[in-house]
Structures are given as C-alpha cells and as structure tokens.
C-alpha cells in the first residue's frame, strides 16, 4: 500500500525528497525486450546528449514530503493533488490527458541541451516529466499559481545543480565503471547534508541506480532550501546488505545475459542438472555420481548482494569458496566467466556422462 495521500490539495507539506538516478544504471529498463523498452532514451544516452548523464547523476525528480507524517493521519507524502484547474488523480490512470503534461512553454524553456536534455535526459527523451509534474509537481504552489509550471521546473534545476555539487555527487562521477564502499558513499553525501541520513538505492548485486536526498521547504513559499543547516533525513534505501557499491559504467544495451544474470543461470545449471538427468530414465542412474561431482559445500541461495562488489582498481578475483566443484574443466568454465566481460561469456561446458551421452 502507498504511504502517500492521494488528492489533498496543493501545498500543505514541509519538506522535500530530491531523487537522482544514476543513469547508465537506470536507463537498462530503457532496452528492447524490457516492459518500458524506449529507444529514444537508449539513442540520447549513445550521443553526445547523453555526456552528462553517463557521468554524473541526473534528475529523478523534486517530491514534496510530509516531515510529520503523524500530522497527516500517518501519510507520508502528497500525490496526484486535487487543484483549482484540474484533479490530478485522472493522470494517475493516464498520464497522456493535455493537463498532465508539461505545457509548451514548459518544454520551450526547459527540454533544450543546457537543461533536460543534459542533466535530465529521461524528461528530454522519455516520459518522466509527465509522470513527475501530474504526481509531484501538482501538489506544489505551481499548481495553483503557475500556469506554465515554470517555477516547479525552476525548482528542480536549482535542486540538481546545488546537488552536482557536493561531496557525495562528485565521489560518484569519480568512480564511475569501478565500486566504492558504502560507508564512504554514505559519508560523503552526508556531507553535503549535515549529517542527516540519505537513501541509496541499489539493482541487482549492489550497482546503484538512484540516491535520496532530503531537504526543508520555505514555510512561505514552499521552495527548497538546498544547504546542510536545512537538510531532513531520508529513510527508503536498498543497498543495506553491500559492503560496496557498484558505480555502473555505459556500454549500451547488454547484448547477452548480464554478469550476475549469466553467474545465476550457470550456478543453477550446475545444481539442477542432476533434476535434468533424473528426469532421463537412460541416465537416471549417473545422477549421484554427477551430485558428487559437483556437490555444493555450501548452500548457494544466498543473495549475490551479500558479497562486495569489486572496489575501483582491485582485480575481480574468482569467488568460489561457495562450490567444491572437483571437475578442472568446470572449474574453469566458473572461474572464466567471473573474469570475462558479461558481453562475451564463454560458452558452457558440455558434460558428458560415461558412455559419452550428453547429460543435458
């Protein structure tokens, strides 16, 4: 269930969530075969457009917040707000109506190189900054006072700008395609904020896709006040269980399995093989000697977010205290694919059972 309160109207809160994205991370929902597959977003990142966001953090979006949730009946935040004009809560189920889009001025003034196009490429090239003002922005005083919406947006560029910054901001364009410990990720955006907790966010084994920041909003106007003495602390982070963080460097769209998703198939094929021949009555009986083969030592359901990523100029060292595998030609196929690049895997082995019939 949503912790934010749909349809109050505009203004009312106290603080905000500024939410950056980390792009090269991010934009891999963008590539074909994914349910939000976008290729204008892919292109831009290819191009000279997308310069900033393959090295720094881009904009996710500014989000008004309730610093007392317990003054709003326990919702945490505003949404989809209830205007003189118009009842957000239609774009809430389509977010192509004329009213939930940025107006033309809008788009005139900010979807330009210097702006979105650059430091919020997904609004330039995708459908975030819709999404964003129907949600968000429809609860700020733009709503009510700005037509054009041009002071939100205002907001927003202020917001990222002070952002790209600080400490925490410049620790992640640095350590681009490497890791960095999460301790000192976490140090260095508390910085930039006071000492007040920040949310990381994190995909799949530990790579970071987004970072949340809290600040305190003008009681008059409602705008953000982006510097240390007014910042609030975030709660919502996701990379809890890493040692380090994986700081994700563009390639483009993976032409194969990923890394982790080709690890995860191959210790699953190695396990479960023995299902596959049990499932063969010619070969049912080799199943226990290919369980001794390949017998785990330990058990391998465990969250590949357990272990640290590789930190920024360490070697990737092979990782196999978790399997007793005692075939030398599995044992290399295993500790290839952990130092291969993820878009070219070496094929996998062909195990064969005695009398030379394929097991699978």
């Given at each position: ?347 996998p082995p062909t195990l064969r059972a005695a009398g030379g019939?394929?097991?699978?």
């Amino acid at each position: 269930m949503s912790a934010g309160l749909s349809g109050p109207p505009p203004a009312g809160y106290t603080s905000y969530v500024l939410a950056l994205e980390w792009q090269p991370q991010w934009s891999l929902r963008a590539c074909p075969g994914s349910a939000s597959a976008d290729p204008r977003l892919i292109e831009a990142m290819a191009g000279s457009l997308g310069a900033w966001a393959r090295q720094n953090l881009s904009l996710h979006g500014l989000w008004p917040e309730y610093t007392n949730a317990s003054g709003h009946a326990g919702w945490r935040w505003p949404q989809w707000c209830n205007a003189s004009r118009l009842d957000y809560r239609v774009c809430e189920r389509e977010e192509g109506l004329d009213g939930c889009q940025p107006t033309e001025q809008a788009l005139a003034d900010y979807n330009v190189s210097g702006r979105w196009q650059s430091w919020a490429i997904e609004y330039a090239f995708g459908s975030l900054a819709a999404h964003e003002w129907s949600k968000h922005g429809s609860c700020s005083p733009s709503a009510e006072q700005q037509p054009a919406q041009l002071e939100y947006w205002s907001w927003q560029e202020e917001a990222v700008r002070v952002a790209a910054a600080g400490h925490g901001s410049r620790l992640v364009s640095a350590s681009a395609g490497g890791a960095v410990r999460r301790a000192d990720l976490l140090a260095a955006f508390e910085r930039d904020t006071g000492g007040r907790a920040v949310a990381l966010r994190c995909e799949d084994a530990c790579r970071l896709s987004q970072v949340w920041l809290g600040f305190r909003a003008e009681p008059a106007t409602l705008r953000p006040l982006l510097d240390p003495d007014h910042a609030v602390a975030v709660s919502g982070g996701s990379c809890g269980q890493c040692v380090a963080v994986a700081i994700a460097a563009w390639s483009g769209c993976p032409r194969r399995a990923t890394f982790d998703r080709a690890l995860a198939i191959a210790a699953g094929a190695l396990l479960g093989l023995g299902l596959l021949v049990c499932a063969l009555p010619p070969l049912r009986q080799r199943a226990a000697h290919l369980a001794r083969t390949l017998r785990p030592a330990a058990p391998l359901g465990r969250s590949l977010a357990m272990s640290p990523a590789p930190l920024a100029g360490e070697k990737r060292v092979v990782q196999l205290q978790d399997l007793d595998v005692r075939s030398p030609r599995t044992r290399r196929y295993v500790e290839g694919l952990l130092a291969a690049d993820p878009h070219e895997l070496p094929p996998p082995p062909t195990l064969r059972a005695a009398g030379g019939a394929a097991a699978g």
